[in-house]
């Protein structure tokens, strides 16, 4: 097994990169490779995972079993058919799955260099699909708003495609954002998408869901217990705006829901602190149920650099080796 | 509610800024995108809601206080008094205004007069209140105030006519000081005159106004055609003839009425017929009758021209007095070895004088004896030491009784003058003061409002720059009390002062070439006689005084002088007025009863507590001449004018401005307006900091 230092440890060792300053690159793959080569020249070790193709053990043949896994040597020994167990695959499937709801295109602002969630969810994606290629995983993605918008399935050769689809769905978002004002509509679900997609998902994979979770945490859990269910790796980005969590605004004003078009008139110094009780809540109540679901959750603000997601990335990966 | 000044209630218009302000607000709110409205539709509504109530709430408050300003600045007031005189029932307030001026004895206009008062108050109940006012020049309650009608009904039977003249101001002042001083919801006024225009022609319209709702009602008692004749003037034209003054009395008849009239003229003088002549006057037009020429009685003597009476007759007559010219006696005294003509142009100058006439005796101060002070208006004391003893006691006595002392001290030396004479010296005499030596000095400041002075004060009226003033005594005055004139040294060049009713004047200088050459100057002349007119205190006889005038006792020593002099100070000034209805009242000829209002026509005596009836000073009294004018008057026009406000009000016009601000003044509710601002400023400054508090 190849060595790796702890992500704590690399963490203190690696300058941040902000995504602010990174967003003038311009370039998806340039990016990913930036943010992911400053990481890993952060952790002075080669990054190889997860490519053990040690023996684990026998277990009795059942029928529907590859045949071509039968140990025909032990069966010429004991005269029982045997099939041989690996301790893990040498590459795994990684998936993004990245929601592209109206409601992740908040956050976008040329003034103070901030990015949308959308933008960092890209960029996001963009870096965990680059590393993961580094890895020899097969990388896929897909984009969900309320359906699935666009699919690339897992594959080693996959990443360009990735990195276009990931490219062309950030510049389509950008455009609706600057051209029209948020129009009616129904609210977005997870559920769907997930579904679907978890039909789609006949092997084990790593699946990194980036969000915001606009929705009732039940109906979070429900939609991600589909993929859950399948004996995927759950990684969960919840990705919020930093005004989003601290709700700083001071103008009486009517606010517009991006997902659905419905106004209200809100007075904000008035609601500030309840609505930060709210958000907390949602966020701790997501942690906590995820948790139980053995889940991996990390709640970013898109102020945080992103070789951050990267540690915690790489931290749930390591877990999942050792619980496995 | 009404308000003051209503024109301020535009700016309630204002209370739509702060709702114009809280609507563009709510239009102009930010629209905010936001990812998801989740959590804030959680949050309880009603909180917003309540939000948006206190801002109501906030703004109602400023809109409120808004409007309590506005109003206050309006300054609005309940019309109490309106709506209390609108009312045609409660018990009544009625002044009867009676003209009892000189016209109203024309024909039977006096006696329908009362009548008509008897009727306006006839109609009263027991629960009204009347009063009686009469009027003339002046006006007067005749009864007590507020009186029951029956008490006014017998101050009506018991009024009387008087001779003067009409002015219906006062007339109408008082009633609005009786109505307004009245709680009775219903007042009235009822004005029965005949009408003149000369009473309401002078009057300042804007001072006559009645209160709001009070009724005026007039009864015109004159009206139609008024043919009358008057004695409108009399002149007497004073002659000599040998050693026996004359006087021929000249009389003005005019006619008011249309038609010519030939009336008889007569001529009366002390009592008797003397005269009579006939003269035909066509219509509104007047002729001068001239009588023959008499010889003047030796005292003041009573006379009359009168004319057939007609409907008018206390026009008919006027009195006069014919009197002996009232020369003004001087005596300068000198000293016992004088210079060269050191009097000549003092005596020589008061002897040219005509109107009055001076008589002027030199006498010199060792010659003096008391009896040359009898009769003596004025004693000048020209550079001699004033004299002591008897004689000196009967000059400070001539001089309290109202004589006149000029004291001129030359270079006398004023020490050793008798204590009680440097006592009345007007200022203290001081050093010789010798400018011969730089041409002399001049008179640089003269109180041209002083008697002696203010006949130069016309420009080209006399010049005293010219006057060279080469030596003088230095007074030295305590203040300007008393300087009427300075040297260009400032040094005062003449003084006054009162001594009892007389005056006392120290002149600085000579009145001779000896120290000055004011003797040389034209105007030497004329100042000696106005020196000698004031201090002698002279004033030209009037033949005749006109009813209502006041005659001031003190400013005709014409008058008086025969009864004050050689009294003492103390009893002498009191006299006694007997009037032509046998009234006698106690005056004085200077002091506080010196001032007598002359009511009646006819012939006034003045005489001393010794004097026999009959002997004493007669005063002719006149009606006034504008009573011969019975020029009618549109009474509606008065009643107009005397009732402007309330009429223009109730055309909606806002006039009554007087009796509306006493109103607003005495409710004050704007004070209470700008309290409930205050408040209202209050509540609103704490809510909107609780809610700022809150949202924070």
Redesign the interface.
């Known amino acids: 097994m190849t060595a790796v230092a702890t992500p704590a440890r690399a963490q203190q060792q690696t300058s941040f990169l902000d995504p602010a300053v990174l967003a003038r690159i311009g370039n998806l793959e340039l990016l990913a490779k930036t943010v992911v080569e400053g990481f890993i020249n952060g952790l002075h070790r080669s990054p190889h995972l997860g490519a053990s193709t040690d023996f684990a053990e026998h277990r009795s043949y059942m029928p529907g079993d590859d045949i071509r896994r039968i140990d025909w040597r032990l069966y010429a020994r004991s005269d029982r058919y045997f099939m041989k167990e690996y301790e893990a695959e040498t590459n795994t499937n990684f998936r993004v799955v990245l929601d592209v709801s109206p409601?992740?295109r908040?956050g976008a602002s040329s003034q103070d260099n901030r990015l949308s969630?959308l933008t960092y969810s890209c960029y996001l994606a963009a870096c965990l699909t680059y590393f993961s290629s580094l890895q020899r995983d097969r990388i896929g993605l897909a984009t969900i708003d309320g359906d699935l918008v666009d699919y690339v399935p897992p594959s080693a050769k996959h990443l360009q495609q990735i990195l276009h689809a990931l490219d062309r769905t950030d510049r389509k978002a950008t455009a609706a954002t600057t051209a029209a004002?948020?129009t009616s509509r129904a609210k977005s679900q997870l559920l769907p998408p997930l579904r679907k997609l978890s039909e789609t998902v006949r092997r084990r994979s790593i699946v990194a869901v980036i969000s915001?979770f606009?929705e009732d945490p039940n109906d979070v859990l429900d939609a991600l217990s589909y993929l859950r269910g399948r004996g995927n790796d759950m990684i969960v980005f919840h990705v919020l705006?930093p005004r989003?969590l601290e709700f700083p605004?001071t103008?009486?004003?009517?606010?517009?829901?991006?997902?659905?078009g419905?106004r209200?008139?809100?007075?904000p110094?008035?609601?500030r602190k309840?609505?930060r009780e709210?958000?907390n809540d949602?966020t701790a109540t997501l942690a906590k149920r995820m948790g139980e679901q053995r889940i991996d959750y990390s709640l970013f603000d898109t102020s945080k650099p992103l070789d951050k997601a990267l540690f915690t990335y790489l931290g749930a990966r390591q877990r999942f080796n050792r619980v496995r | 509610m009404n308000f003051l000044a209503p024109a301020f209630l535009a700016a309630l218009a204002a209370i739509s800024v702060p709702v114009i302000i809280h609507l563009i607000h709510r239009e102009r709110k930010t629209v905010v995108e936001f990812p998801s409205l989740m959590f804030l539709q959680k949050i309880p509504s009603r909180s917003v809601r309540r939000q948006k109530l206190r801002h109501l709430l906030l703004l109602a408050l400023r809109c409120l206080a808004l409007a309590l300003l506005v109003s206050a600045f309006a300054r609005p007031f309940f019309e109490r008094q309106r709506a209390a005189a609108g009312g045609l029932t409660g018990a009544r307030e009625v002044v009867v205004l009676l003209d009892r001026s000189a016209s109203m004895g024309y024909s039977d206009r006096w006696t329908r007069a009362r009548d008509a008062a008897k009727k306006a108050v006839s109609g009263l109940t027991a629960t009204d209140r009347a009063t009686l006012v009469l009027f003339a020049t002046d006006a007067s309650v005749a009864s007590e105030p507020m009186a029951t009608p029956d008490r006014v009904a017998a101050a009506i039977g018991a009024a009387k006519l008087s001779s003067e003249g009409t002015r219906y101001g006062p007339a109408l002042k008082l009633a609005s000081q009786i109505t307004s001083a009245s709680n009775l919801p219903r007042k009235e006024v009822v004005l029965i005159s005949d009408f003149q225009t000369i009473g309401w022609s002078g009057s300042k319209h804007d001072e006559v106004v009645l209160p709001s709702g009070t009724k005026l009602t007039p009864v015109d008692i004159g009206g139609g055609s008024t043919p009358d004749a008057a004695v409108s003037q009399v002149t007497t034209e004073r002659s000599a003839t040998g050693d026996r003054d004359q006087v021929t009395v000249g009389a003005r008849i005019t006619n008011l009425g249309a038609a010519q009239r030939k009336v008889r003229a007569t001529l009366e003088v002390g009592g008797r017929s003397v005269q009579s002549t006939e003269a035909t006057i066509p219509g509104r037009s007047a002729q001068q009758v001239s009588f023959l020429p008499i010889a003047i009685p030796s005292g003041a003597t009573r006379g009359s021209v009168s004319i057939t009476p007609d409907s008018l007759t206390e026009d008919d007559v006027l009195n006069f007095t014919i009197a002996p010219d009232a020369s003004v006696s001087v005596l300068v005294v000198e000293p016992s070895s004088p210079r060269a003509n050191q009097s000549l142009y003092l005596s020589r100058a008061l002897a040219i004088g005509d109107r009055p006439s001076f008589r002027v005796d030199v006498k010199r101060i060792d010659a003096l004896t008391p009896a040359d002070m009898d009769g003596r208006a004025l004693v000048v004391l020209n550079e001699v030491t004033p004299p002591s003893g008897a004689v000196g006691a009967r000059l400070r006595s001539m001089v309290s009784t109202g004589g006149g002392v000029v004291l001129i001290p030359g270079d006398q030396t004023v020490e050793r003058w008798p204590t009680e004479w440097r006592q009345l010296l007007p200022a203290q005499v001081g050093d010789l003061v010798d400018r011969s030596g730089e041409a002399g000095g001049t008179l640089s400041s003269v109180d041209y409002a002083h008697p002696v002075f203010e006949l130069f004060n016309a420009p080209r009226s006399g010049d005293f720059s010219t006057a060279r003033f080469y030596r003088y005594r230095r007074l030295l005055a305590r203040g300007d009390t008393g300087v009427v004139a300075r040297f260009d040294d400032g040094f005062p060049a003449m003084i006054e002062r009162s001594v009892g009713s007389g005056k006392v004047v120290l002149w600085a200088s000579t009145m001779d070439s000896h120290w000055s050459n004011l003797n040389l100057q034209p105007v030497f002349l004329p100042f000696v006689h106005q020196l000698a007119r004031h201090v002698g205190r002279y004033a030209d006889p009037r033949p005749w005084f006109t009813a209502g005038e006041v005659l001031d006792l003190s400013r005709h020593g014409e008058l008086t002088t025969k009864f004050t002099q050689g009294r003492g100070a103390d009893s002498a000034s009191e006299l006694i007025l007997d009037s032509p209805s046998g009234n006698r009242d106690r005056v004085t000829a200077t002091g506080a009863a010196h001032l007598v209002t002359l009511r009646e026509q006819g012939f006034y005596e003045l005489r001393g507590p010794d004097t026999p009836v009959g002997s004493g000073r007669p005063i002719a009294v006149n009606i006034d001449p504008a009573e011969s004018d019975l020029s009618h008057l549109d009474p509606q026009e008065l009643v107009a004018a005397a009732t402007t406000a309330s009429v223009q009000r109730d055309a909606g016009i806002d006039a009554n401005a007087a009796t509306r601000e006493e109103q607003e003044r005495r409710q004050k509710l704007w004070w209470y307006l700008l309290l409930g601002a205050l408040l209202v400023l209050a509540v609103e400054t704490a809510v909107s900091n609780r809610l700022s508090r809150v949202t924070t």
Do not use: C, R, W
């Open positions: 409601s992740m908040y969630k004002p948020a915001d606009y705006d989003e605004f103008d009486t004003g009517n606010f517009i829901d991006m997902e659905t419905e209200m008139p809100v007075i110094e008035y609601l309840q609505y709210l958000i949602h």
